[in-house]
């Protein structure tokens, strides 16, 4: 019998949780000048989000010097990104940390004492979920803000966008065309066939990635584990360097090959081409031309196999910029229905690289580390 319950979609996954101070972080007022004490059980909540790679912001009415002044006595300053202090709306204060950290606020969680401010942020931010650090703590408890499995990117995900502030800094000081500056980077993009150890952040990419994701597909690792065992498909990540640091895993390509693997079967008289099912990039990397570099590799890939390339997009409301990606990278619409657009590449044909970016790319599924084959530098 089929069950007539309605059906209640998961919660969005938690990217990010904004910290108000007086009376929510720390115990106290610090305008009134109260002798501020921090909770041991924030304390360690707050690095228990920071390592399951949860990144954390502060959202405050107060004055910026001194709350960084207590933030440092804490010892607690280093994992709060882009806080916001002064007498701004907090609802201004969660927008501009959204914005900062280039996620959207449906992936926030607004932490504060106030009934007041909580309502705010609700109605000038109605995806934003509002709650007291007593909710916080109980939620956590539950089980519904950590993710099940940690990987080594969400470990080191503050760090990057430390990396990542720092580069925006060189930026701003940069005196010269944006070309200049992206050359500046000294990008390297390593594109190889993912591993077993590769599992865990290519199917939490695909869970957090939806902007710049080609057909709005989710992979659980047992799935992605199948299919890099598959001889017809391909699973590769890319993972981005530049002088600043590691970017880490920032891209994804789920490659339907068409090889069937199977002992004594007769040789095809014409190789059938490779199918991208599924193209991500990390919305970390966006104006960079990342995400083309892939497609780049994907299709030199395709070629030195002596097959053409053909990509699938299926249109969600938030991943246009993935479509026009495929056709400024040179792929023609072959066909299109209300829920998929297929496209290929003319058969001499094919993206080039940002002459920023070195590509490198491993020409075997699951290569071992050192295998590397630099097909475009």
């Known amino acids: 019998m089929q069950s007539t319950e309605p059906h209640t979609p998961p919660a969005p996954q938690v990217k990010c949780v904004v910290w108000d101070l007086d009376d929510t972080l720390w115990d106290g007022t610090l305008l009134e000048g109260d002798d501020l004490s921090v909770p041991e059980a924030n304390r360690q909540l707050v690095r228990t989000l920071d390592e399951h790679g949860i990144l954390q912001s502060v959202a405050s009415r107060n004055e910026p010097d001194a709350v960084t002044e207590r933030l440092r006595a804490f010892g607690l300053d280093e994992y709060f990104l882009y806080p916001q202090v002064g007498w701004s709306a907090k609802s201004a204060s969660l927008r501009a940390v ?34 007291t650090r007593q909710e916080l703590h109980a939620l956590v408890a539950a089980g519904e803000v950590l993710p099940a499995q940690v990987t080594d990117d969400a470990r080191r995900r503050r760090a990057m966008y430390l990396a990542e502030s720092r580069r925006r800094t060189h930026e701003v000081a940069f005196d010269g065309p944006a070309a200049e500056f992206l050359e500046s980077l000294d990008m390297t993009l390593r594109v190889r066939g993912a591993s077993t150890a590769d599992l865990a952040r290519a199917a939490e990419l695909t869970q957090r ?7 709005g597909i989710t992979f659980g690792q047992d799935e992605l584990a199948s299919l890099i065992r598959d001889p017809g498909h391909r699973v590769l990540v890319a993972e981005l360097d530049d002088r600043f640091g590691t970017y880490g895993t920032v891209g994804l390509a789920v490659v339907a090959t068409g090889t069937t693997g199977l002992a004594g079967a007769e040789p095809r008289a014409v190789v059938p081409p490779w199918t991208i099912r599924l193209l991500l990039m990390s919305c970390r990397v966006m104006g960079r031309n990342i995400g083309t570099s892939l497609i780049a ?38 066909s299109r229905t209300d829920d998929l657009v297929v496209l290929s590449l003319p058969e001499a044909g094919g993206p080039a690289v940002p002459g920023y970016v070195r590509l490198v790319v491993e020409d075997t599924p699951a290569a071992p580390r050192g295998t590397r084959q630099e097909l475009i530098a």
Request: hydrophobic share 40%; with cysteine; glycine share 6%.
């Open 98 to 131: 959204a914005q900062e950290l280039n996620i959207s606020p449906e992936s926030v969680l607004f932490v504060d004492d106030s009934e007041f401010e909580r309502a705010e942020v609700a109605g000038a931010l109605p995806s934003v979920r509002c709650m």
């Open 297 to 334: 590799a994907v299709a030199g890939l395709a070629e030195a196999h002596g097959a053409g390339t053909v990509a699938h997009f299926r249109p969600t409301d938030r991943n246009r910029q993935m479509l026009v990606t495929y056709r400024f990278a040179g792929f023609s619409v072959e």
């Open 209 to 215: 990635t939806h902007q710049l994701n080609t057909t």
